[in-house]
C-alpha cells in the first residue's frame, strides 16, 4: 500500500507540473471613458466583471491543487529510501555533453571537420514547478562550477559562453579557434561519467583530414 501511495505521488509529478498559476489581473480596473474612446455598455462591462471573477477562481484552484500536490510529494519522499529518493531526484535532472553540438558517444571519440571547437555541458531540469530541497541536493550534480566535472588538463579554452535559462543552463568552452589544433582530449569525473552514460573518463576529439 505504501509503495503504491509512492507511485501515484511521483507519477503526479509528470501531471501537475504544468499547472502554475498565472499571473492575477488586477481586478479593480474597469473601462474609462475618455475623449475618443468607446464606452463600454452595461452588458460588456458585465460580461467583463464576470470574466476576471472567473480567473480569479481559476487562479485559487491552480494554487490550491499546487499546494496540495507539494505536500503530496513531500509526503511520498518521506517514504523513500536514499537509493530510490537519489534515482528519483536524478531523473528531474539530465546532462549532455556535446562537442560543436554533436553529443559525445558512449566511447568517448568525437571526430570533427572543422574548427574552432566547442566543447558544451548542458543541464536541464525535467519539470517547471518548485522542487522540495532534497530533490534539487541530490539530482543536481554535487558542484555547480563544470570545471570540478571538466578537465581540459593541458588545453586553455579561449572563450567560455554561459547560458542560462529557467530550467536549462549550458557552458560552452572554444578552442582552436585562435591557434590551430589536430586533436586534443579530456577528462570528466566519475559523476558526470555516470551521468552521461558513457563508458569512459577520457573524451578525444580528432579533427579530420
Keep these: 500500500m505504501k509503495r503504491s501511495l509512492i507511485c501515484v505521488c511521483l507519477l503526479s509529478l509528470m501531471i501537475i507540473s504544468g499547472c502554475s498559476p498565472e499571473s492575477e489581473q488586477p481586478a479593480d480596473e474597469t473601462p474609462e471613458t475618455s475623449t475618443g474612446a468607446v464606452a463600454v455598455s452595461g452588458e460588456g462591462s458585465s460580461a467583463l466583471e464576470e470574466k476576471i471573477k472567473e480567473q480569479k477562481q481559476m487562479i485559487k484552484t491552480l494554487e490550491a491543487a499546487n499546494k496540495e500536490y507539494l505536500n503530496l510529494?513531500?509526503?511520498?519522499?518521506?517514504?523513500?529510501?536514499?537509493?530510490?529518493?537519489?534515482?528519483?531526484?536524478?531523473?528531474?535532472?539530465s546532462y549532455t555533453l556535446k562537442v560543436n553540438d554533436e553529443a559525445v558517444p558512449p566511447e568517448g571519440?568525437?571526430?570533427?571537420?572543422?574548427?574552432p571547437v566547442a566543447v558544451t555541458l548542458v543541464s536541464e531540469m525535467g519539470t517547471s514547478i518548485l522542487l522540495p530541497q532534497k530533490i534539487y541536493e541530490q539530482g543536481m550534480l554535487s558542484s555547480d562550477d563544470p570545471l570540478e566535472h571538466l578537465n581540459f588538463m593541458k588545453e586553455e579554452p579561449e572563450d567560455v559562453v554561459v547560458r542560462d535559462g529557467t530550467s536549462v543552463q549550458s557552458f560552452t568552452y572554444i578552442f582552436g579557434e585562435?591557434?590551430?589544433?589536430?586533436?586534443?582530449?579530456?577528462?570528466?569525473?566519475?559523476e558526470l561519467k555516470g551521468r552521461l552514460g558513457l563508458d569512459t573518463n577520457v573524451v578525444k576529439i580528432i579533427k579530420g583530414q
Design 73 to 93: 510529494l513531500e509526503a511520498a519522499i518521506s517514504h523513500l529510501d536514499e537509493e530510490n529518493l537519489s534515482a528519483f531526484a536524478q531523473k528531474q535532472f
Design 109 to 115: 571519440i568525437v571526430e570533427i571537420d572543422e574548427l
Design 178 to 190: 585562435e591557434s590551430p589544433l589536430e586533436e586534443m582530449e579530456f577528462m570528466i569525473s566519475d
